[in-house]
């Protein structure tokens, strides 16, 4: 696995800019997954695991205002009941996320608010 072979040698080429970055220090590694793809096990001795709990309601409507601050409330209201009851269903392959949420609200907006987006 090329990725730990870098992180051990602490370097790597960047072919764009043709250097090589070194590191001065031990590097931190923070990579999130969505559980799509299983992880080789080398990489995984090699982790510590953080498990972040799926944003709640209040949280999501938060998010959204922070990207849509004139947003009108009923439409996110509405757009939460259908994120939610979309995770719900079991067997899903892929469950909606927080960025598909952010771009159907930014459509829905786009509809609702043309040229003021």
Not at 53 to 62: A, C, G, L, S, Y
Not at 89 to 97: E, Q, R
């Amino acid at each position: 696995m090329i990725l730990l072979q870098e992180i051990d040698r602490m370097e790597f080429f960047c072919y764009e800019t043709g250097e090589t970055i070194k590191a001065k220090h031990r590097p931190l590694i923070v990579m999130t997954s969505n559980n799509e793809k299983e992880l080789p096990d080398a990489f995984l001795r090699r982790c510590f695991f953080h498990y972040i709990q799926f944003p709640d309601r209040e949280t999501m409507n938060k998010i959204v205002s922070v990207h849509y601050p004139k947003i009108k409330k009923k439409l996110v209201n509405e757009a939460l009941e259908i994120f939610f009851d979309l995770r719900k269903i079991p067997g899903l392959k892929k469950k909606p996320s927080t960025s598909e949420l952010i771009d159907w609200l930014k459509l829905f907006y786009q509809m609702t608010c043309p040229m003021k987006y």
